[in-house]
């Protein structure tokens, strides 16, 4: 790479990562990015201190002067910036891509359109019991290029991997690929939802017969893709079927024909986690690790920040972060996961969704909905005849309007089903903003 000329396109956490790790290969970099310095200033100052050369503002033909390019996820590959790169035929990569490049371990992958997050990090908990340094990164929040210069044939990487990371890659090849689930997600930045698949299948575009694909049986769209695939497969299921290797059913998980752990002895609850945990005990097992190490992660595991986490309970009722529900089905699996009165806070931006869908769900098990960001008004809309709704100005007046409807026994649930860009940094941004409020409470 030290004769390579790079942009990365686009200054954010991944962007900057993988600036950083190709600086350290001795690669000249050229970062590029739309926004204005003035409001990139913590960006600055790191690619400052590190060395690397930057502009914002504009794509100036600089920009263009590169070898190969490294794509920050949030930039669509539609755009007018790269679509110029690949009419000069120069290649657009994933900094997801360009890491692995440089990554010795053996790979673990994880996507899908709901419980990525958990089920990478349950799997990152259950490898660490025998590979300490294994590397868990990616998508979760911690670009893989910061940590896998630190890898090495004895251990594993296990990462997140989202459609737009997908999109662009050429030989990233996990030894275990694991998709979780179908479901319309991002129909803002996708034509079709078809392509939206398409992207996300490309997880599987170099594996190999010796490697291993987890997938979810009850899923019939994906178990369709799976059939004519040459590769070692894994399905699960949490309805319960004969061809499943590993199941859900009468409260318990049966694996390889055995019951391997009991509904009450997992940390994590709802049948969205059983999912989630099925696929991380394969994948675990996969990797070597022994049962007795799997089981005491689960029964120590309950769960990821901004993942249905408790924050506090004031004044007899219960505050809940899941600002990680991005999407229709996160907040169906977040409403399904309480028997009391529930007083929502959603919103954001839309990502093309159906919120409809959820009627059912908005009627039966809320109280009354309160409605932030762009997406206020299309919520509002499909709601407005089932339960009350309360647009709000912002997060600390959301969290106040919530506040004053709920009851002792009650729920406060901040599960958006929206993106958080219109608003907050990103989801984890989000989420803390919440549990500040509900903190000072």
Known sequence: MSDKKVTVLGAARSGLAAARMLKRQGTPVFVSDIAEKENKTAQVRELEANGIEYEFGKHSQRCYDADM?????????????????????????????????????????????????????????????????????????????????????????????????????????????????????????????????????????????????????????????????????????????????????????????????REQDIALRGMHNYMNVMAAILAADLAGVPADAIKGTLSEFSGVEHRLEFVREFDGVRYINDSKATTVESLSYALRSFNVPVVLIAGGKDKGSNFSALNQLIRERTKAVVLIGSATEKMAETWKTFKPIHPAQSMEDAVNKARSIAAPGEVVLLSPACASFDMFNDFEDRGRCFKAIVSDL
């Open 69 to 261: 390019v490294v794509l920050s996820p949030g930039i669509p590959v539609k755009s007018e910036a790269v679509q110029q790169f690949l009419h000069k035929k120069i290649p657009v990569y994933s900094e997801i891509e360009v890491a692995s490049w440089f990554c010795k371990a053996p790979i673990i992958a994880i996507t899908g359109s709901n419980g990525k997050t958990t089920t990478t990090t349950l799997i990152g908990e259950m490898l660490k019991k025998i590979y300490p340094d294994a590397i868990v990164a990616g998508n979760i929040g911690l670009a893989l290029s910061d940590f896998v210069e630190d890898s090495y044939s004895g251990t594993w990487v296990v990462v997140e991997v989202s459609s737009f990371q997908l999109e662009t890659i050429d030989s990233f090849h996990p030894r275990i690929a694991a998709v979780l689930n179908f479901a319309p997600n991002h129909l803002d930045r996708y034509d079709r939802y078809e392509d939206y698949l398409k992207a996300k299948w490309r997880i599987t575009k170099n594996l190999k017969p010796e490697d291993h694909l987890i997938y979810n049986l009850a899923d019939q769209n994906l178990s369709s893709w799976v059939e004519p695939l040459n590769v070692q497969k894994h399905g699960f299921d949490i309805n319960g079927r004969k061809e499943s290797i590993i199941e859900f059913v009468e409260g318990c998980i049966r694996f390889k024909d055995a019951v391997f752990m």
